[in-house]
C-alpha cells in the first residue's frame, strides 16, 4: 500500500516537523540549567543586609528580596534571593481609620507571593518578617566566579522556558499524528 501526499499530509508532516524543532529548541534551555547548578557548587552562609525591590515586566507586579553578603576565598561579595515568577492577590477595603492595609508575603516553588488587603502596603516591612536584618541564609556560589551567587539555591528562568517549549513541541508531534490517524 502507498500512501499519497495529499495537503492534509503534507500539513500533518509540517506540523509534526514544527513539533521536533520546537521540542529540540528545549534542550538548550535544560541545559543552561544544569550548568548553573554544577558551577555553583560552592555552600556558605551569608546575612541579610538590606532588601531590594524588583519589578517584572508591565503589570506583571513587584517583588523584594533579601541580599545577602558572604565571604568566599576572602572577599566579600552580596547575592539577591531570585524566583521564577510572582504572584498577586489583592483585597480591597473601604477605607476607614482602623485599616491601614495589610501585606503578607512568601516564597513557595520559587515564585514570590504576595497577599495585600487594604490600601497601604509595606512590602519592606512584610520582607523585615520573613527575612529579617541580620539574620542568615544559605548561600550557594561558583567558587571561580564568587559574583554568579545565589540565595538558598539556584533559580532560573530557562528551565522554565525548557518545559514551555518541550510540552509545546510535544503537542504539535501529537496534534500531527492525530491529523494523520483521522484524515
Known amino acids: 500500500m502507498t500512501m499519497m501526499l495529499t495537503p492534509n499530509l503534507i500539513a500533518c508532516l509540517a506540523i509534526g ?17 544544569g550548568m548553573l547548578r554544577r558551577k555553583c557548587s560552592a555552600r556558605t552562609t551569608g546575612t541579610v543586609i538590606r532588601y531590594r525591590l524588583q519589578r517584572r515586566g508591565s503589570g506583571c507586579g ?9 565571604q568566599a576565598a576572602g572577599e566579600t561579595y552580596t547575592a539577591c534571593r531570585h ?3 510572582i504572584a498577586v492577590s489583592k483585597k480591597v477595603v ?8 495589610e501585606t503578607r508575603i512568601a516564597v513557595r516553588n520559587d515564585v514570590f507571593h ?3 488587603t487594604g490600601t497601604v502596603h509595606s512590602l519592606e516591612a512584610a520582607a523585615g518578617e520573613l527575612w529579617r536584618l541580620g ?10 566566579n564568587p559574583k554568579r551567587a545565589y540565595v538558598e539555591h539556584v533559580v532560573s528562568t530557562a528551565g522554565v ?16 499524528a492525530l491529523g494523520v490517524a483521522l484524515f
Not at 520546537?22 to 534542550?27: D, E, K, Q
Not at 473601604?94 to 492595609?101: E, F, L, M
Not at 539574620?135 to 571561580?144: A, R
Open 17 to 33: 516537523g514544527a513539533g521536533i524543532l520546537t521540542a529540540l529548541l528545549s534542550i538548550p534551555f535544560f541545559r543552561h540549567t
Open 62 to 70: 513587584t517583588s523584594i528580596a533579601p541580599v545577602v553578603e558572604f
Open 83 to 85: 524566583y521564577k515568577g
Open 94 to 101: 473601604p477605607i476607614s481609620d482602623s485599616t491601614a492595609g
Open 114 to 116: 504576595i497577599q495585600q
Open 135 to 144: 539574620s542568615t541564609l544559605p548561600v550557594v556560589y561558583d567558587p571561580k
Open 161 to 176: 522556558a525548557g518545559v514551555v517549549l518541550l510540552c509545546v513541541g510535544v503537542g504539535l508531534l501529537v496534534l500531527a
